[in-house]
């Protein structure tokens, strides 16, 4: 077989392999929409932040373990993150910007340098 065919069987095997384990080990990847919270974050005036607010967000959640999915463009970001059960403590522990409305599960916040 030739060198070309054994490296890629080699990685799409990974990803197969990986996928196999999670459902062997029943690991649960999902977000709980009970426990979980939409950040939206306006505002941002330096894209290089957007690495520390989200350290900042994972340090918030409850528990040991979180599920976060974001997005970002140059001046806005958007985390959708879990487990948060107390919404409104978590949001009075955001300190990189202002808090200006929360709907439902979402919390919309200004960047403040």
Do not use: Q, W
Request: aromatic share 6%.
């Amino acid at each position: 077989m030739p060198t070309i065919f054994k490296t890629c069987t080699h990685y799409l095997a990974l990803p197969i392999l990986g996928t196999l384990l999670l459902t062997l080990t029943s690991c649960d990847i999902s977000f709980d929409p009970s426990k979980t919270v939409v950040v939206e974050i306006t505002k941002i005036t330096d894209k290089n932040i957007h690495d520390e607010i989200k350290e900042t967000l994972k340090g918030m959640t409850e528990g040991s373990s979180h599920i976060m999915v974001s997005c970002s463009s140059e001046d806005k970001m958007t985390v959708k993150l879990s487990p948060i059960k107390d919404l409104k403590a978590f949001s009075r522990k955001i300190n990189f910007g202002e808090v200006t409305e929360i709907d439902g599960r979402t919390i919309k916040v200004e960047f403040v340098n």
